[in-house]
Each structure stands twice: as structure tokens, then as C-alpha cells.
């Protein structure tokens, strides 16, 4: 792993079951066992109208949120390509709380980290801020709170938004938490989004997961862009124990049925592929307690053959559920197209709204039962959440 040195800047069933009213249709290729499929989670998701969605104050313009759940009860989150309160100026990424008892009635807080006066000391510096639009700065790509520590993957290391690298913090319910760099990067990895578990990471095994971006689905096609759409997705695995520790990472290198782990990209298979799908390379990914299964969302462009659609205004939705974070998966919904389409609320601005850059399901705000959840993107161009529900 090179040093590093900051830059200038089981049998298969293909088929889908969709397990709506009591009928089933073929829709898509998954890879299911017989047991597994008596197992599947009846759908698709509802979700409420677009006129009960909610748009939270203050988020107008940003995007980049990484939800976790940390101890103190609080999301803790990445905010990023925007002006949010405090700030003395648009910041590349930035770091705030999500506070709120139930899904629709959160509210967004600017967290300062590291030197509360210096806005791009990422980099250098104990805090995770940064100036600079797109590829030019530091962007998150996942956090998560375990064993009271907040784990947070960083993107864009690399010139043109490439490579990720850990930094954590011990201290992050502090009024200003101070993060450190770990020693080594993953120059080959794009974007790591990190699988939620339960409040701090109860429920959670003794490993901590993170979803990759796979180019196609030969093994060793691990994407090293943030940016660049894909086919299909890889997993990674750190020992809980010492997550600072290079050698404790793995990559996924089996199959839903035979899971199997190795410690180059080289090795890496895929956990989920499509083929002619183009997915934005940002997955989130939780453990839903009620339902004992994952909850993976993806977001896609629906209109491949115009590439500069931003999906905070077009991007379209995909829901899959697992028993495990490598599958095998049902998928439980996708949007014919834009999600949920139209035009924002006014606390967004009134702007075209589309799935977001990425889209997570906070096990905070799911149901005993599991059935019913909230999904967090930054549709349209803010934190942007809609409830769903499965019958």
C-alpha cells in the first residue's frame, strides 16, 4: 500500500419477486435460494405523497449527508457543496448533527470541527472541513459510530476525486470534535459508505462493513472514482479491534452463498450487479432489527443517454432488502424514472427534485416491526426525507 502524500489539491433463482397483494411478477435477476425466497419481504414500498415529504430548514443547497447513529441519540452527518449557517462561505464539506424524535420532525446543526476558525483544515488539520467545489476538495463518502468512536471515510484524496482514507474522532458530541488521520489510504477505492447498525453500532457483529463501487462485474473492478456511474457493487470489512490497522480491512471476494474474504482488489466480487444499470457509486446501506434484514438504496440516472444529469434533481430510486450485507438481494422498489419527480418545497428553493446523490434509511427511525422507515437524501438539492412503508 503506497505511503501517503496529500495532492496539490446454492442454487440461483433468476428471478425478481415482487410480492405485492399476494401476486407475483418477474421483474429483474436476483440471486435467491429457495429457502431465502421463503424468507422474502412482501412489497413493493409505498411512499407517502410528495406533499408529505418533508424539506429541512437550513439545508438549502447541500448535499454529501452520511447519517450515523451515535450514542448520545443524534445522527451525526456530513454536509457539504453549500453555505450553511455560520459558515463564512461555501464549504466543499462540512460536519453537523440531525436531531429529532421521530423521521419528519428533525432539525440540521452545523457542527465546527477541529480549529473552529479554519474552514479547510481536513487536510492537515484535526477537523473535516474544506473548500472547494466537486473533485477540488475533500467529500465524504460514509461514517459510522462504533465502540465510541465515529469512523468517518474520506473521498477525493486523489487528484480528479479519486482514493479514501479513514479519519475518526473520540470526542465527536464535543462542541468542536477533533479528528485523526490514520497512516494509510485505499487509493483504489472511490466512495466507502459504511452499514449502520443500531445506535452506536448495537446489534452490530464484530465487524464493521462498507459498500464500494464496482466497475463492472469481473472480479478486481473496485472503481477508484467518486464520480464515475457503475454497474455494480463490492463490500469491504474492517476488524472492529483496530480499524486504524490496514491489514484488518478485507475485501468481499465470494459469493452470496460462499462468502469468502481476501486482502487485495484485485480479489474483489461483486455484491450486487445490473447489468445496463448506471448507479451513482454512493450506496447507503442499514440493518433493519424488525424485518432482520438490510435495507440497501441506491440511486440511478434514468436517463443515461443525457450524461450531465445531476441526481439531486433526476436520479431515480432503487430499495433492496438481504439477510446479509453481500446478499443475496429482493429488490422491493424501483422508480420507473425520476424520484419522486416535480418541484421541491420552498425550503429547497423550488427546484427540480430527484433522488439525491445517495439515499440512506437511518435504523433510528424504523418501526418495531420494521415496516415502516424514512429515507434521508438530499433530494433536490437539501436534506430531503420521505417515509415508506412495506405491507
Not at 477540488?136 to 471515510?153: C, I, N, P, T
Not at 466480487?269 to 433493519?288: C, D, E, H, Q, V
Amino acid at each position: 500500500m503506497p505511503a501517503f502524500v496529500r495532492p496539490g489539491y446454492a442454487p440461483v433463482l433468476t428471478s425478481l419477486l415482487w410480492l405485492a397483494s399476494g401476486a407475483v411478477a418477474c421483474n429483474d435477476v436476483v440471486d435467491e435460494t429457495p429457502a431465502e425466497l421463503a424468507l422474502a419481504i412482501s412489497g413493493p414500498i409505498t411512499w407517502d405523497p410528495k406533499s408529505a415529504m418533508k424539506q429541512i430548514s437550513g439545508t438549502k443547497g447541500c448535499d454529501s449527508y452520511t447519517p450515523t447513529w451515535a450514542t448520545d441519540g443524534n445522527l451525526y452527518t456530513a454536509v457539504g457543496d453549500c453555505r450553511f449557517k455560520g459558515a463564512p462561505q461555501k464549504i466543499g464539506m462540512g460536519f453537523g448533527r440531525i436531531s429529532g424524535a421521530t423521521g419528519y420532525g428533525v432539525t440540521f446543526t452545523p457542527v465546527p470541527t477541529g480549529d473552529p476558525l479554519d474552514w479547510d483544515d481536513a487536510a492537515a488539520g484535526a477537523g473535516v472541513e474544506a473548500l472547494g467545489d466537486g473533485p477540488a476538495s475533500e467529500k465524504a463518502a460514509g461514517m459510522v459510530h462504533a465502540d465510541g468512536r465515529l469512523w468517518y471515510w474520506i473521498r477525493n484524496i486523489y487528484p480528479g476525486g479519486t482514493g479514501a482514507r479513514l479519519k475518526y474522532s473520540d470526542d465527536v458530541t464535543a462542541i468542536n470534535p477533533q479528528f485523526t488521520w490514520v497512516s494509510w489510504t485505499l487509493p483504489e477505492v472511490g466512495y466507502a459508505s459504511f452499514v449502520q447498525y443500531g445506535k452506536g453500532y448495537s446489534g452490530g457483529p464484530d465487524y464493521v462493513y462498507a459498500v464500494v463501487p464496482l466497475r463492472s462485474s469481473v472480479a478486481g473492478s473496485v472503481s477508484n472514482s467518486a464520480y464515475d456511474k457503475i454497474p455494480a457493487f463490492g463490500l469491504i470489512r474492517g476488524t472492529r479491534s483496530d480499524l486504524t490497522v490496514r491489514s484488518s480491512w478485507e475485501y468481499f471476494c465470494g459469493t452470496p452463498s460462499a462468502p469468502t474474504w481476501c486482502p487485495e482488489a484485485t480479489a474483489a466480487t461483486k455484491i450486487l450487479y445490473k447489468s445496463g444499470k448506471k448507479f451513482y457509486p454512493r450506496a447507503g446501506m442499514s440493518w433493519n432489527p424488525g424485518l432482520k434484514k438490510f435495507m440497501l438504496s441506491l440511486v440511478f440516472d434514468p436517463t443515461p443517454a443525457t450524461p450531465d444529469d445531476t441526481p439531486r434533481f433526476n436520479g431515480g430510486l432503487m430499495v433492496f432488502v438481504g439477510a446479509h450485507p453481500w446478499g443475496p438481494w429482493q429488490n422491493v422498489f424501483a422508480s420507473s424514472g425520476t424520484w419522486p419527480g416535480g418541484t421541491s418545497t420552498s425550503v429547497c428553493g423550488g427546484t427540480s427534485w430527484g433522488a439525491g446523490e445517495r439515499a440512506d434509511i437511518p435504523t433510528k427511525y424504523m418501526s418495531a416491526d420494521g415496516k415502516t422507515f424514512y429515507l434521508f437524501s438530499s433530494g433536490g438539492d437539501c436534506l430531503s426525507i420521505a417515509r415508506g412503508r412495506l405491507p
